[in-house]
């Protein structure tokens, strides 16, 4: 029988991902050496009197040769430093997209639209129930008008208008949030892994804002859950060779077209799982940008698990047996999950922790590792003093309860997670967004404080993003989809909470 938990991905890892992580941080060694030479230098400095400056110009003069060097020599590091330093990358603003009231969906509402399609047998609308009172999902979740329609129209047409509504809808709301005109934007990443229309998403946003000629624009398609980290990422490496630009991002999933009519059950978990979601964010490398945007970017960290074939073929679309087209989900996917987030935290662990935490947990590793002292028991770092707020990618209950226990976390910090699966469902690449929204409505976001969002997805692959709050920012000035009903939240979410059809 499969096991269905993550495994304790802590008590595990490889000496190779601490050693990458280590190597991250030691490529930016020349500016983490430079700040106590500098310091120390302005420290000596402040020591001296007038006299003492006096004296050394006196110096200085009868010594031009020492002078030109010197002189040369600051010019040279200088503008080697000025060269070589990577950009800051600021978040200015964001934007999810909150569906029309009517897109609703009611889980006995679900259930009953999927009887009168005909297409699932009594046994998997069964199973689809089980799934549904036991997946942590809501009542006010959003599926598109396609897929709820009696009976449904899934076609190109329908996608299309699907795609159109989140992601005008996201971006609207992120221009007039950021007073950015849309002309003003050089980099546009779209990410989108089931539905890639030609021409491209990209190239629709491009049209309906008339975005410039000379944009660098990407889609990216079939990178699952985890590809909006990658988009942050990608825009991240675009802000660091185009100076002064602004980068927008925006992350979604179409549910039209992939709406699985069988009744393969590998395939059917997404039925329930998936729902109509998207966001906008928009990024900056303009020094002058800083005073007005909510988080720096301080770290990604990239993890892939695609060389292995059981990860590979873990999240898989394919036909089934009457050649119905769905995603299937291998049940080896909470193990071959565990595996891919230890390594991904592993790498991350020597950029974040304390200096304490990296010294316990590399002394037991060596110990274990190196030295084969089966005795010591490893050391489970505490991310908790790396980071003051978690947003992990809200795929199931499951994972969330694994991960929770696993990062030995507080429900306060799995709070954002949970309420986003229960009031937005798995919006997939996007849900990190939401979940940050809802730490914003809540009023828990203070300068300096430190958010770590970690999200996984087919490949298969898992990728985090480290942000620091650049400001306090103040729900009462936030518009955002929590704000309306923030005062209801959190809920209490029942293991098991039974369905009533309508």
Known sequence: MADHRLPNFLLSVRLKYVKL???YLISNAMYLLLLPFLAALSAHLSTFQFQDFLHLWNILNFNLLSVALCSSLLVFLTTLYVMTRPRKVYLLNFSCYKPDPARTCERGTFLHRSELTGSFTEENLGFQKKILERSGLGEKTYLPEAVMRVPPNPCMAEARKEAEAVMFGAIDELLEKT????????????NCSLFNPTPSLSAMIVNHYKLRGNIL????GGMGCSAGLISIDL????????????????????????????????MLVSNCLFRMGGAAILLSNRPSDRRRSKYQLI?????????DDKCYNCVFQQEDDTGRVGVRLSKD???VAGEALKTNITTLGPLVLPMSEQLLFFATLVAKKIFKIKKIKPYIPD????FEH???????????????????????????????????????SSSLWYELAYSEAKGRIRKGDRTWQIAFGSGFKCNSAVWRALRTVDPAKEKNPWMDEIHEFPVEVPRVAPIHKP
């Open 383 to 386: 991310f908790k003093l790396a």
């Open 179 to 190: 007073g950015v005109k849309a002309k003003d934007i050089g980099i546009l990443v779209v």
């Open 390 to 428: 978690f947003c992990i990618h809200a795929g199931g209950r499951a994972v969330l309860d694994e991960l929770e226990k696993n990062l030995d976390l507080s429900e306060w910090h799995m709070e954002p997670s949970r309420m986003t699966l229960n009031r937005f469902g798995n919006t997939s």
């Open 333 to 335: 996917l909470m193990a």
């Open 299 to 307: 770290h990604t960290v990239r993890t892939h698990k695609g060389s």
């Open 21 to 23: 992580g280590y190597h």
């Open 217 to 220: 624009s990407y889609n990216l």
């Open 235 to 266: 825009a991240k490496q675009l802000l660091q060779v185009h100076p002064n630009s602004y980068a927008l991002v925006v992350s979604m999933e179409n549910i039209t077209l992939n709406w699985y009519f069988g009744n393969d059950r590998s």
